[in-house]
């Protein structure tokens, strides 16, 4: 089976201490893209809700969708001007290693 995820497994931990502080935070450093994405849509929703004076859902896609960016687990949080997310997409195969199944990235 083929997945797209929102996260590029060998070149996203590089550079960041986003192991450390999610080894600080959860007792282990052992995070998915999962993880990753959810911490930065907090990331993101908490500054779009703090820039503002009074908080609103239009204001927040009103931020999300005005040059937006904020630091996240990897590298910083970006939108296009559709909303969408402006990150990297990597296409895994879900492979049975042993007793386990793991992502592992495929080869453009």
């Keep these: 089976m083929i997945v797209a995820i929102a996260w590029d497994i060998e070149v996203n931990e590089a550079g960041s201490d986003f192991p450390e502080r999610s080894q600080k935070l959860w007792g282990t450093s052992s995070v998915n893209w999962r993880t990753i994405s959810a911490y930065d849509a907090l990331q993101a ?17 009103e931020e999300l969708s005005s040059n937006f960016s904020t630091p996240g ?7 296009l001007d559709s909303g969408d997310y402006d990150g ?8 049975k290693i042993g007793d386990r ?3 592992v990235p495929l080869k453009p």
């Excluded at 809700?49 to 859902?57: H, S």
């Design 45 to 61: 929703l908490g500054k779009a809700i703090d820039d503002q004076a009074q908080p609103t859902r239009e204001g927040v896609r």
């Design 88 to 95: 990297d997409i990597q296409l895994v195969e879900v492979v």
């Design 101 to 103: 199944y793991d992502f």
């Design 73 to 79: 687990a990897l590298r910083a949080v970006k939108f």
